[in-house]
């Protein structure tokens, strides 16, 4: 059997397998914001596309409480930006700059020079800070 739940205290949606954790997604939350920062899934899971399904819950969660996205792992940029509705979750001041990080990883793959990187935010706060 498989089960997401949302771990609040250390900040991370983690997916079971058979009571086992095969994933994880870090997240954190500042001024009506949920950062996605990273995604992780044991390789013997990876055909249940565990990376996909935890972003998707981290964004459903993130709509249902009124907060906005901004996603640093490649992973939740890319399934933010083909799903319409989660790509609204996005501030719209973000929107052209994440789907100038999503073209140029491609242009990266494919061996063409990419210009440089322009982060979605100039720096991360500790994280000590709002939660």
């Known amino acids: 059997m498989q089960v997401i739940r949302n771990d609040f205290e ?10 086992k954790v095969a994933g994880s997604l ?3 939350i500042q001024d009506g914001q949920m950062l996605l ?3 992780e899934a044991d390789s013997a899971y990876r055909r249940l596309q565990l990376p996909s399904r935890l ?15 901004l996603p ?11 799903h319409p509705v989660f790509f609204q979750l996005v501030p719209s ?3 052209q700059r994440l789907h100038e990080s999503v073209r140029a990883r491609k242009r990266t793959r494919r061996g063409e020079s990419a210009p440089k ?3 979605l935010v100039s720096a991360l706060p500790e994280k000590g800070g709002a939660a």
Do not use: M, N
Not at 10 to 19: E, K, L, M, N, P
Not at 55 to 69: H, K, N, P, Q
């Open 10 to 19: 250390s900040s991370r949606f983690v997916a079971y397998v058979d009571g």
């Open 55 to 69: 972003i998707r819950e981290a964004l459903i969660d993130a709509g249902r409480r009124r907060l906005s996205v």
């Open 72 to 82: 640093f792992c490649h992973e939740a940029r890319t399934q933010v930006l083909s």
């Open 117 to 119: 990187k322009r982060q």
């Open 26 to 28: 870090q997240y954190r």
């Open 93 to 95: 001041d973000h929107r």
């Open 37 to 39: 920062l990273d995604v």
